[in-house]
């Protein structure tokens, strides 16, 4: 796959790693943040690496699986990579739900943070 | 509502004078979007003011009308807004569909514009 452009391999490389620690062992997921990051989970605001792990780690559910449907990623005119992902998790016995999730990454000494984060459910009546 | 923290405020503002108009006269989106914008509507790519709008109104339909069901606004290390609106919409006689679309404004010369722009329809057959 060495002709799709560079940030959608590191857009698709960055969301797969996470989904893929965000199932086995989210309480792992403060690597990819910094003490500037913003999460937006179900409209609620948390900022920074620690206060986003604390967020996540007390998800109440024990198990936790993604499964995306569609990810577009684009890159910015600062030198970041814009993702929106798409798709469908079941956490523990819980009927299988939609969610949409946004990642801002922000390269910071040749490693590609998280610097901003939107994740909600689609819990729309369609 | 002047307690809202200011990227709330412009990240609102810009949505809804989005969908305004792009309900009433798309063809005039132009003004919010800049050469080195990027669309990418429904996983295929625009860049540009000219070729985004040509695709915005290329779009098959005449009436459409959305609704947004939630938005939510971030500042960014650079100084930009990342918003997220999820809503419904609705194409001439077509059933009312669901939708999630991203923004990332910046400000260029005092004045807030779309440098990123990312639609997708809400297909998933939900459990």
Not at 50 to 55: N, P, S
Not at 92 to 113: C, E, N
Request: proline share 3%; glycine share 6%.
């Amino acid at each position: 796959m060495g002709d799709r452009p560079i940030w959608e391999q590191i857009g698709s490389s960055f969301v797969q790693h996470y989904y893929q620690v965000f199932d086995t062992d989210r309480t792992q997921l403060g690597a990819i943040y910094t003490g500037e990051s913003c999460l937006t989970w179900e409209g609620q605001q948390f900022q920074g690496k620690a206060a986003i792990v604390e967020k996540l780690s007390s998800l109440p559910f024990t198990k936790i699986a993604h499964s995306i449907t569609a990810q577009d990623h684009q890159p910015t005119p600062d030198s970041c990579i814009l993702s929106m992902v798409v798709g469908q998790l079941k956490a523990d016995d819980d009927q299988v739900l939609g969610f949409h999730q946004t990642f801002l990454l922000k390269s910071y000494s040749s490693a590609w943070v998280c610097t901003n984060e939107i994740f909600r459910l689609a819990l729309h009546n369609l």
